[in-house]
């Protein structure tokens, strides 16, 4: 008898610390999880935010060689595959996949801009105007 309560004594002291350990990951999980995972897909907002860089300058550089920026009917397409009848291309000014923010979806072109030259924005994660954290607009200004 006396093994059998050794072996019960045991078996209930693992449970409860298995409980204990359970408790407080998950306190740790509830209150940094959110911080942490948005520190993750955060990333993809910088990726945005770079490509935006990368596709200003190419803007930049096909007003250079042409002496206008794309229209709103060629739009960005106009920095890889030449507009038809324009002087000065040089191009392509970009590959094609940075057409595309990190969430595959088109960066949106706006010329003229209301607040640049021209306006560039991705609008995030949900693809919806507006948002925080992950799913806020990417934008050029």
């Known amino acids: 008898m006396g093994e059998r309560v050794k072996k ?5 002291l693992m449970g409860v610390e298995f409980m204990i350990i359970l408790i407080f990951s998950g306190a740790i999980w509830f209150f940094y999880g959110p911080t942490f995972l948005e520190l993750i897909r955060g990333q993809k907002v910088a990726e945005a935010e770079a490509r935006i860089d990368t596709l200003s300058k190419a803007l930049y550089l096909y007003y250079e060689h ?8 060629d739009g960005l397409d106009a920095l ?11 191009g392509p000014y970009i590959a094609e996949d940075d057409l595309y923010d990190p969430w595959s979806q088109p960066f949106y072109y706006v010329y003229p801009g209301r607040h640049n030259d021209f306006d560039l924005y991705s609008l995030g994660a949900d693809n919806m105007v507006g948002g925080v954290y992950v799913n806020r607009d990417v934008r050029s200004w």
């Open 8 to 12: 019960s004594f045991w078996r209930k």
């Open 66 to 73: 042409t002496g206008d920026f794309p229209s709103r009917r």
């Open 80 to 90: 890889v595959k030449a507009p038809d009848g324009m002087l000065g291309w040089k």
